[in-house]
């Protein structure tokens, strides 16, 4: 439903590229231009005499979704981008990750953000400010870790320029 509702909604470039629960990447938010999924899966290893090791297979392993890019304040979003989507980590929940083609890959947490600001304005405004962020699934069975968002500690009005 929320799949059919974000392609539904979506108009030309603002067609989203992914959604972490309420966080939208588009080209004129959060654009990223690396996308890397990694899957792991358990097997553990059992030495034997004379025998290459036997191995077990127990389960599935890590899930990880790292997305890179870089803002430019001036055409793309800034600061308050970056801002919404580390306060969603903040509540230590769990999001659903949905890619724009409508592919749902599950129920995924913020494990890390980093961010390098280059090529300032006058202010100390960073011009240009490449991120990453790497997401990691959780089971899905654990709806007690569903998040809602709470922005109303990011004070929009500075954050873009006095424009709202």
Do not use: C
Request: glycine fraction near 12%.
């Amino acid at each position: 439903m929320l799949t059919e509702l974000l392609l539904n909604q979506s108009v030309g470039a603002y067609n989203p590229m992914m959604a972490f629960g309420y966080f939208v990447f588009n080209l004129y938010t959060t654009p990223y231009q690396t996308n890397q999924h990694d899957k792991e899966w358990r097997h553990p290893s059992n030495s034997r005499v004379g025998a290459r090791p036997s191995y077990q297979f127990v389960g599935v392993g890590e899930e990880t979704i790292a997305l890179s890019g870089v803002l430019m304040p001036e055409i793309t979003g800034g600061r308050v981008s970056l801002e919404l989507l580390e306060k969603m980590a903040d509540t230590g929940k769990a999001y659903p990750l949905i890619e724009g083609s409508g592919v749902f890959y599950g129920l995924f947490i913020v494990r890390k953000i980093s961010k390098t600001k280059t090529e300032f304005f006058n202010d100390g405004a960073p011009r240009r400010i490449e991120f990453s962020a790497e997401f990691t699934r959780i089971d899905d069975k654990n709806r007690g870790l569903l998040g809602i968002l709470d922005v109303s500690g990011i004070d929009f009005g500075s954050t873009l320029g006095g424009l709202l």
